[in-house]
Each structure stands twice: as structure tokens, then as C-alpha cells.
């Protein structure tokens, strides 16, 4: 059943992407899905829209909005799931890693949200996929700063584009059978799990729902937030 609203998901392509494009489209949004390097899987039937850009480039952006998106039609919630994960120590790094990472985990995204501005409707709902890495740190440094990046351009924005759009995040821990947790031996597996209070990981259906009920107008006094999902274990 459609209910006449759209939803851009950039990074339909991710390990959680799919999840949360079904979501959309089950609950009558219409969907423009994006991909980089990956061709999107589009398993579903009707309701989504496909489209490729790369989130390093301005030519590609720009041509993504001006004609993908111009295409497509104004836009009422906006999913930002991209991102890269080299999982490298400081050492391991080399400078062009770095520009990629922080590029494509924070300023791309970042340049893609400055010209969808004129193509969201009034009171749309922004969301960012952040990440436990982003307040917590992590074994990945360049990781963690690109998602604290993420974090703090949130809360900036809650009011530079009140009352227009609200922008929030949602920053889990592992999710289970996330592309993270499948590379992952069961002893590591294990360990998160155990380091957990409640005892279990978030897994993708359940961040899926947890990303629509956000964008729902029940939550529009909800702005300039990192919604912290991790059972515990980073308070």
C-alpha cells in the first residue's frame, strides 16, 4: 500500500542495505536506492528506483541530484548506510586510505546532504549510520574519527536546519550477520556478545525497524541525536 512518500537510501549496496530498502518499500515509500562499486541485488518487486554514485566524486553527485534525484522527486526521509571499514591500525594506513575512508564515511556524505537540501520536503527526517567507533574509539582509528566526524556534524546541524529537517544517527555495536560480524571468527563473535549486558547482538531486521520508526513524524521533536544501540555496552 503506498502512502505517497519518498525515502533516498545512499549505500542500498551495504551489508545492512537491503534490509532496510525492503523495510521502505513494505511500508509504502517509494525508494531511490544508490550503490557505488557494488550492483544493488533488487529482490523486491515495485516501489524502488536504482541508481549509482560515488559518494568521492563531485561530478557524480552532482549528476546524481540533478537528474537522479530532479527525476525522482522530493524526498522525505534520507538514509545514509554507506561506508568503508579497512579495519587497520594507524601503521597499516597510508594517506590515500585515509582521504578514502574520511571521504567516503563523512565528507561525501556530507557534500550529498549540502545539495539534497533544495529536493527534501519540509520536515523530513535525516539519518545517519554511525557506529559504537565514533564515541568509544576503536582498534581502527581513522574509522573512529570518520563516524566522530559523523557524530559531531549531526548535532551542528540540529540546528542549522531546524525547523525544515531534523538529522539524527543511529550508532550501533556489532550487528549480527553484518558483512563485520560474518569475517569475524566465533571466538570474537563470542566475545562481543559477552560484553554485552543483555547478552545478544542487534541484528539487521531489527536496525531496519528501528530506522523507519525514527523517520515516523511521532519522532519529529527527536533532532541533533546519536541513538546509542548496544545493549549496554558503551553507555
Known amino acids: 500500500?503506498?502512502?505517497?512518500?519518498?525515502?533516498?537510501i545512499i549505500g542500498a549496496s551495504s551489508s545492512i542495505g537491503p534490509t532496510v530498502t525492503a523495510k521502505f518499500v513494505?511500508?509504502?515509500?517509494?525508494?531511490?536506492?544508490?550503490?557505488?562499486?557494488q550492483s544493488f541485488d533488487n529482490n523486491i518487486d515495485?516501489?524502488?528506483?536504482?541508481?549509482?554514485?560515488?559518494?568521492l566524486s563531485e561530478d557524480s553527485l552532482d549528476y546524481f541530484v540533478n537528474n537522479e534525484v530532479k527525476?525522482?522527486?522530493?524526498?522525505?526521509?534520507?538514509?545514509?548506510l554507506?561506508?568503508?571499514?579497512?579495519?587497520?591500525?594507524?601503521?597499516?594506513?597510508d594517506d590515500a586510505l585515509m582521504k578514502e575512508v574520511m571521504g567516503i564515511n563523512f565528507i561525501g556524505q556530507a557534500s550529498l546532504l549540502r545539495r539534497l537540501r533544495p529536493s527534501l520536503t519540509y520536515g523530513a527526517s535525516v539519518l545517519f549510520m554511525s557506529s559504537i567507533s565514533g564515541s568509544r574509539g576503536s582498534f581502527d582509528p581513522i574509522y573512529a574519527a570518520s563516524k566522530a566526524a559523523q557524530n559531531a556534524f549531526v548535532k551542528s546541524l540540529?540546528?542549522?536546519?531546524?525547523?525544515?529537517?531534523?538529522?539524527?544517527?543511529?550508532a550501533p555495536g556489532l550487528i549480527q550477520d553484518s558483512t563485520m560480524f560474518n569475517e569475524m571468527s566465533a571466538e570474537r563473535r563470542e566475545r562481543h556478545k559477552s560484553l554485552t549486558?543483555?547478552?545478544?547482538?542487534?541484528?539487521?531486521?531489527e536496525i531496519a525497524d528501528i530506522l523507519y520508526n525514527l523517520s515516523d513524524p511521532l519522532w519529529s521533536n527527536l533532532n541533533g541525536q546519536?541513538?546509542?544501540?548496544?545493549?549496554g555496552s558503551y553507555v
Do not use: E
Open 1 to 8: 500500500m503506498k502512502n505517497n512518500k519518498n525515502a533516498l
Open 26 to 37: 513494505a511500508k509504502g515509500f517509494c525508494v531511490l536506492a544508490t550503490f557505488s562499486q
Open 46 to 55: 515495485s516501489g524502488i528506483v536504482t541508481a549509482s554514485v560515488d559518494l
Open 71 to 80: 527525476s525522482f522527486g522530493k524526498i522525505d526521509v534520507v538514509i545514509f
Open 82 to 93: 554507506a561506508g568503508i571499514l579497512p579495519g587497520l591500525s594507524i601503521d597499516d594506513y
Open 158 to 170: 540540529a540546528t542549522w536546519l531546524s525547523p525544515n529537517i531534523r538529522v539524527n544517527a543511529l
Open 197 to 205: 549486558p543483555t547478552n545478544r547482538l542487534t541484528n539487521k531486521k
Open 226 to 231: 546519536v541513538i546509542h544501540i548496544n545493549g
